[in-house]
Nanobody
Framework: QVQLAESGGGLVQAGGSLRLSCAAS????????MAWFRQAPGKEREFVAA?????????YTNSVKGRFTIFRDNAKKTVYLQMNSLKPAEDTAVYYC??????????????????WGQGTQVTVSS
């Protein structure tokens, strides 16, 4: 059983940056591919980014390419999401981290993720 806990959310102005963290406990962190999803008010939860077990492979949704970076530190059992050039309408959401034991596509498929965190709120003001 893996427990995930997100942190780092908050209020930031448009164009600013935030770094989210997701700390894992239980299980073997390096056995899991990790991802970030987000859910804006009134919208369905959507995929943001994913990273392979060792960190060499990443995958992003088009809207965050060039602005967000996912990376991980297996020694610290933590995955991060560095978010730059934040946009109010597009990036304001609750951000969730998730873990899955395979890297078979599609990485966007939420039902393939076995473990989820509780989420952290990111609000981008205009």
């Amino acid at each position: 059983q893996v427990q995930l806990a997100e942190s780092g959310g908050g209020l930031v102005q448009a164009g600013g940056s935030l770094r989210l963290s997701c700390a894992a406990s239980g299980g073997t962190f390096s056995n899991y591919a990790m991802a970030w999803f987000r859910q804006a008010p009134g919208k369905e939860r959507e995929f943001v980014a994913a990273i392979t077990w060792g960190g060499a492979g990443t995958h992003y949704t088009n809207s965050v390419k060039g602005r967000f970076t996912i990376f991980r530190d297996n020694a610290k059992k933590t995955v991060y999401l560095q978010m730059n050039s934040l946009k109010p309408a597009e990036d304001t959401a609750v951000y969730y981290c998730a873990a899955r034991s395979s890297w078979l596509p599609p990485m966007e498929a939420q039902n393939q993720y076995q473990y989820w965190g509780q989420g952290t709120q990111v609000t981008v003001s205009s």
